[in-house]
């Protein structure tokens, strides 16, 4: 017995679909398609959960050291002259040295997190800003279900589509 469903499609093709449907699914928190799509969206949804969920609070916070530019007040870098050892003269950016709090994965997190983006696409919102769903998934969807063992989502029906009668569902994070 197959793992998945066909869906009538080739296997790059038939990922690609779910690729797509899974990372609408965790972008918008609902989507509309057939039952049979929606059946197997579905599965892999509620597993990237699960792995999400049970890697929730595995991290820990180090504080890293950043150098970063100085800034006049209209947001521009200040520049300082140096000179070089054969006696020429060039400008660089002013920098200081801060220490920012950062959180670290723990290694079975980030091969949850790794897991997780072989299903889910990056992509660009409306001003430009690449938005990656795996940071979504771990950071704001699984603290959610923290509690919960499973039934993440549900499947609601809406009848035949027009034009083929396939039966139409809406899946959606409960």
Known sequence: MPEQRKLGRATDQRKAMLKGLVTSLFENGRIETTEARAKEVKNIAESLITIAVKEVDNFTSKPVKISVAKLDSEGKKLKKTVTSKNGRKYEVVDREIKTDMVTVD?????????????????????????????????????????????????????????????????????
């Open 106 to 174: 723990s290694p079975s997190r980030l091969h949850a997190r790794k897991k997780a983006m072989s299903w889910l696409y990056r992509f660009k919102d409306a001003n430009g800003k690449n938005l990656n769903i795996a940071d979504k998934l771990f950071d704001e969807i699984a603290p959610k279900y923290k509690g919960k063992n499973g039934g993440y989502t549900r499947i609601y029906k809406l009848g035949p589509r027009r034009g083929d009668a396939a039966e139409v569902v809406i899946l959606e994070l409960i």
